[in-house]
């Protein structure tokens, strides 16, 4: 064994996609970080199919997302068929987003496509090397590796993230109880060509009284194709494509025919959870700390996501500018977000693989009811697309706007909100959720959205100013000016005003025209406010109206400002 050697910030233990995404946002963000992965080789087996909306603004913030799109199959919408009728049809380019679908595109090609991109920023991914164990003192963590020759190593780290898996080392040197279980049912997988007259660009699922039949188009007429069944029945390690072509006949619309299979295979399911994701200087993402029912293909997508709320806390924790409420935030707005992932995946599989005849009919009643409500749609939608998960319980998120501040009597020349501007504030997008998109004009007149202007590592503070006023624009600037002076580089600001032409001002930030009002009717902007919005894309604070101490206060409890470089 060779002596301890200090090395990079962080280690990284798994290049899977949860592990690769958080090594391209900490690299992103300035952080060096080594990427240690135990196989010789990247999986060929396809396993997790989808990238959701929230995933691929998430890859557009990072400058990768068109990549993804090049090598993927978008799905428009999914129906739910029973007895040769469509019960459910849930229509994704409704979605209030940039990514109105999901994208099909298997896991292999999103571990190549990160992979290639951390790699030529400078990065690298080095395989065959194994994690023995691990140390944690105040001045690190030491750990021992392995290479493919068995020669060890013992090395010093600040920070360790177990990006491994259902089976992670990292999890089990902490000791971390894996609480969960297995569905009884066993379920069979075929990745192949089809034909059919069936949509290929959206998913398809059939009830039948044996079970389920989901069909995930995957560009080219091929698809992937479960099927769920009892444990007693099924033979061997994997199904035939003759054995998926029964099902098909039986459970299917019919006229459907498999052949060319690259992928055959049972598989189990579990539902499993760590009750924390840090312990000390080691954080737990993904797989590692979470599984669960694939149904809705959520998994690969929540684990990417873990890694992404972590990255940017990491890398300003490193830079000795985030404290540790900051890195404790990281379980308090992951964790929920597994344990809700955890009940909804449960009852959605619950629900799909219901064998009683009567419950079938109560269930598929029920669905064709609910989902033909447009407000069960648009919240299927969000749910789906994962842009309805938030952080609104989060310690580090927050609001300031009190019944003092409005004005009862209306005043062309006032900023503080009337009682309509101050209830149509309260409707708007909370602190903690995802903020959302919009067009705007920039200073050349040309369209721009809102999340190409904040795109990059640092905080963003939207000032608008609901009705443009000499006064308004007075108090947005000194705001700018006195956020920059403090917080440097940390924070960057953009002045949004609801006209079609340019104020004369000397603001510190970029200016932008909101001539439709499309960008303050999303934000429910009516009267003067700001947004803090995080570097992972959420709404860390907002204010009505717009003053500098409240903003300043929240900053300072979750920035080390005595510390920034100047």
Known sequence: MTGKSQEMPVLIVGAGPTGLMLACELQRQGVSCRVIEKTMVPSDKSRALVLHARTLEILESMGIAERFLEHGCPAYGASLYHAGERIVHLNMAEL???????????????????????VSQ?????????????????????????????????????W????????STVRKVLELPFEGSAYEERFGLVDCLVKSDLPDNEISTFFHEDG????????????????NVPSSKVIGEAPSLADMQVFADRRGPGNVKLHAPVWLAWFTIHQRSVSKYRVGRVFLCGDAAHIHSPVGGQGMNTGMQDAFNLGWKLALALRGIGDEKLLDSYNEERHPVGQE????????????????????QIRNHVMSFLTQQEVIQQRMRKVGSMLAVN??????????????????????????????????????????????????????????????AIRGISHNLLLLDGKPTDAGYRNLEKIAWAIGEQFGGLVTCHLIVASDKMPSLRFPGKVFLDPDLSVHHIYCADSECLYLIRPDGYIGFRAQPAKLGPVEDHLNKILKVARVQT
Do not use: W
């Open 96 to 118: 209030q987003s940039p990514f109105p679908f999901s994208l099909m595109i298997p896991q292999t090609e999103t571990e190549r496509l990160l992979a290639e991109h951390f």
């Open 122 to 158: 400078g990065g690298t991914i080095e395989r065959e090397v194994e994690l023995l164990k691990f140390s944690q003192g105040k001045g690190g963590i030491t750990v021992t590796v392995k290479n493919a020759k068995g020669k060890e190593e013992q090395m010093v780290f600040q």
């Open 160 to 167: 360790l993230a177990g990006c491994d898996g259902a089976h």
């Open 212 to 227: 389920a039949f989901v069909l995930f188009p995957l560009g080219n007429k091929r698809f992937r194709i479960i099927v």
């Open 341 to 360: 992932l955890l009940k909804g995946t449960d009852l959605a599989t619950t629900v799909a693989t219901l064998r009683n005849p009567l419950a079938q």
């Open 391 to 452: 952080y609104r319980s989060s310690p580090i998120v927050a609001e300031k706007r009190g019944l003092t501040e409005i004005q009862l009597t209306p005043s062309e020349d006032s900023e503080k909100p009337s009682i309509p501007g101050y209830i149509e504030f309260a409707r708007g997008p909370l602190p903690g959720d995802r903020a959302p998109d919009a067009v705007m004009v920039d200073q050349d007149l040309n369209p721009i959205r809102v999340y190409e």
